[in-house]
């Protein structure tokens, strides 16, 4: 089994609609999470870090459920813009390493 | 503001040549590491660093070895190149645990 673990899509939706990622991890240790953002043949670019508490910035809402081992990404009113691939990301022990899932593909059509 | 650097971007290779990639970041960041990317595979970690002068192994260290002499660069060496190295390699740098890392925009090898 993967340590990180997301439906690879793709996820194809039209402009505007509201579309949401899911991620589990199984290291119960994790202590960090992130979700990364890759184009296609581009490196990867942190989108946001996700916090206890879930959080939001912008379009963009970031949730954690430490007891489920569940990571989410819901983006609202989507743009062609966000067509790449959403990576769920966790820290590893010590902090010191990233354990990054195969990714999420969004395609936004007009 | 540069971030991280890699060179070269591309480059071809037979099998059994060797080649260093280089990775240097300006951010003054103590983390170096060293993924490689396949198709449906993710982002893979080859080695890694955690400050100037060490090295450790990551996923797929074999085939690779490494260095970092000084802070800002952390070079990936290929002895003897193989196929199974054609991939996509990204570095990536980080300030320090709880942190994101920040990536390089990647190295194409091709290797025939």
């Known amino acids: 089994r993967k340590e990180v673990e997301q439906d690879p899509g793709p996820f194809n939706v039209p402009e505007g609609a509201t579309v949401a990622f899911n991620c589990t991890y199984s290291?119960?240790?994790?202590?960090?999470f992130f979700w990364y953002r890759q184009d296609c043949r581009k490196e990867p670019k942190l989108l946001m870090s996700?916090?206890?508490s879930g959080n939001e910035d912008g379009r963009f809402t970031a949730q954690l459920n430490r007891a489920s081992q569940y990571i989410s990404l819901l983006i609202r009113d989507s743009k062609l813009s966000d067509s790449a691939t959403y990576l769920c990301?966790?820290?590893?022990?010590?902090?010191?390493?990233?354990?990054f899932g195969t990714g999420t593909r969004l395609l936004v059509s007009p | 503001n540069a971030g991280v650097t890699q060179t070269p971007k591309f480059r071809v290779l037979k099998t059994g040549q060797s080649m260093t990639l280089l990775c240097a970041q300006d951010?003054?960041?103590?983390?170096m590491y060293w993924y490689r990317q396949d198709p449906g595979m993710g982002l893979r970690l080859i080695h890694y660093?955690?400050?100037?002068?060490?090295?450790a192994k990551g996923e797929v260290p074999d085939g690779y070895n490494v260095s970092r002499l000084k802070k800002q660069n952390f070079l990936l060496g290929l002895e003897s190149a193989a196929p199974s190295q054609t991939s996509v390699y990204f570095c990536?740098?980080?300030?320090?645990?709880?942190?994101?890392?920040?990536f390089g925009d990647g190295t194409r090898l091709s290797i025939l």
């Open positions: 660093s955690v400050g100037e002068g060490t090295t």
């Open positions: 990536a740098s980080m300030a320090g645990g709880n942190q994101p890392q920040h």
């Open positions: 996700v916090y206890s």
């Open positions: 951010m003054n960041h103590e983390y």
């Open positions: 290291n119960s240790a994790s202590q960090s």
């Open positions: 990301v966790v820290s590893h022990t010590g902090f010191q390493k990233l354990v």
